[in-house]
């Protein structure tokens, strides 16, 4: 009795595997009134890889916000409108979008 041989099935080569993608610098919204600070943050926060934007005070920061960030650094004594006041109004600018989201606010001071 003869042995068949069996057809050796034909194998797809491996995918070479692809490099991954370099993820996106975390974007940043410094809110700063004092121009001292605000090239100290950004440097520091550039110097960690961040996509830095800077907003003057609270109404520059509210009208950045459709821009859409990461995370949200706020000096809580600013003249005009304070880090208080300010955060409180992103809360209530995110809750009425269609897509509600909470960014990240992390309040500064350098009292």
């Known amino acids: 009795m003869a ?3 069996t057809p050796e099935r034909a194998h797809a080569p491996e995918p070479e595997p692809q490099p991954a993608a370099e993820p996106a610098a975390p974007t940043v919204l ?9 090239e100290v943050g950004r440097a520091l926060l550039e110097s960690m890889g961040c996509e830095v934007y800077v907003a003057d005070g609270g109404h520059e920061a509210l009208q ?3 821009q859409g960030f990461g995370l949200i650094l706020l000096d809580l004594q600013m003249p005009g409108m304070d880090g208080y006041t300010t955060a409180r ?4 600018w ?3 979008q269609a897509t509600p989201r909470r960014t990240p606010l992390v309040a500064l001071t350098a009292d």
Do not use: D, K, T
């Open 30 to 38: 410094l809110v700063e009134g004092n121009e001292v600070s605000q």
């Open 3 to 5: 042995a068949h041989a």
């Open 89 to 92: 109004e992103i809360r209530r």
């Open 94 to 96: 995110e809750a009425a």
């Open 64 to 66: 950045r916000l459709p």
